[in-house]
């Protein structure tokens, strides 16, 4: 190695200085090799993105950092190899559906990829983008989607990060939780993605539910829609198709069609829900959802339904949820008395302090393992997040209005008029004369023109739900021996229907008598 000559001192030797400055350098060259080797690895992982992001937060809680990198150690790994071209056109696509505001996934979009699942054999996968709005595309990493040969069913690899970290904890809470209850659902895994020999970070795979007899809907019309510029009602539900495979080439058994066929009756109002499933457990799958994600209902892109040929009922299927963009059950699709009212029930049971107490007793340590390995708020804690959604579901039951009321005088007596405002059925118990007498209502005394609006069962008078923010109105004809309770303090007393809710006493509004009516 030739060394340059160094610079001498006045009056110094001048083979004096040359050993000691190469000793000097050799070590000073191989260190900056080092360091110039170790950071072109640390930005190759991506270690450098980990600094900057967990930097801030390490100052202000390093037990938590720590004990979050603690948590990621074990985690399985996913490695994906793909060629160069197909990476490439997944981002041509990727392009395409964020200018159009949605994806729609073409039959021969999808790309080969090579994938080992931990510690197995290598798999060749399909890969393709998750149809649906383009906001879930956005950002420096995206979700992507894939399946195995001969499956009918596509995984998905959601990344998670500090934005993503308390949503992703809500969806694995969510799926184990409903199968806690009894229910069949996705399952989701934390793991490390190896992409191309890079490291991506912390992703969510989701696996779906193992079923040859799951059926949903197909979306595909309505994503089109979007694209074209459209605004569909509902979200699009209505160009929805109930489907039984996304997989041309599986062939489908003849119970597979069958349930197919009855989530087709369903979605264009042949048949209600109760008719074709269990209305107690759907009410509880409804309401683990909102217990979960904060929403009334499950998006309906992502729901699928089982169907047990021994008693030809569907069930409801767990699935992950959209982080953007949630587009739930329309509420004519749950327009079912039996339903909402098991609905109703759930919901006072799943948002009671005691069943979350009892949560944290039953599963509280996999929780909060598993808050601590996707790195979610230190400033929150998980359970906050669940009070917060019980609170809205208790407050679903108790709203400031349930019902409107008014008394009418015409040439005949006095109608009554009454509105639920409620998206649950409301029992009208009867009239309260002031606290000095009680009058039932007859569901007969119901204008004929009016009689959709309530619900049979049997003399009770139930008035149907809400659908949406459309109320229902319905008249009763008093008979003329009520006509005396006219100018007492006059109330309405109701509760929902077949729910543990309290009975509220509604003041009735007297109308302006009517001046052609007979004195």
Known sequence: MRISRSRRGTGSPSNSSSPRTGTTLLPLAFSLIAAFALGFLAHQQ????????????????????VATWRARTGLPVVTMDMRFADYQRLLTLRERALQLGVHVPAEAEAVAATVVFGSGEHQTVEVRLPGGPATRLQGETW???????DDSAWMRLTPVDETRAEFAWQQWGYLESLRSEGFSAATQTSVRLRFN????????????????????????AAWEAFAAGEIPFEGGFRYALATAADNPTIVLSPATRAAAAQLRAVHVGAATLSEVSEAEDLGRFLALTALWTGAP????????????PTTQKLSPVGMGQPRTDPIPLPEAFLDDPAVQSAYARALAAFSSPAYLEQLRRDRGAALEQQWLILGASTSTTPWSLLETHQRSMRARLAPAKTLETALEADREGFVLHLTNLQNFPVMVMGLDAGGAAMHALDPAWVFPEDRAGIVEDGDTLVLRAARGSLPIAVRLRLP????????????????????????????????????????
């Not at 991506?46 to 390093?62: D, E, I, M, N, T």
């Not at 209902?297 to 047990?308: F, I, M, Q, T, V």
């Open 46 to 65: 991506g270690w450098h993105a980990a600094v900057l992001r967990w930097g801030p937060v390490f100052v202000q809680s390093p037990r938590a950092v």
């Open 143 to 149: 979700p992507i989607e894939l399946r195995r040969k």
């Open 197 to 220: 020999g890079s490291d991506q970070g912390i992703y969510m795979l989701e696996t779906p539910a193992a079923d040859d007899m799951l059926v949903g809907f197909d979306a595909r």
């Open 297 to 308: 209902a499950p998006d309906w892109l992502s729901l699928r339904w089982h169907y047990d």
């Open 480 to 519: 003329r021996n009520l006509t005396s309770v006219r100018g007492d303090a006059l109330y309405v007393v109701c509760r929902l229907w077949n729910a543990p809710t309290p009975e509220l006493r509604v003041p009735i509004v007297e109308l302006a008598p009517d001046p052609e009516a007979a004195p």
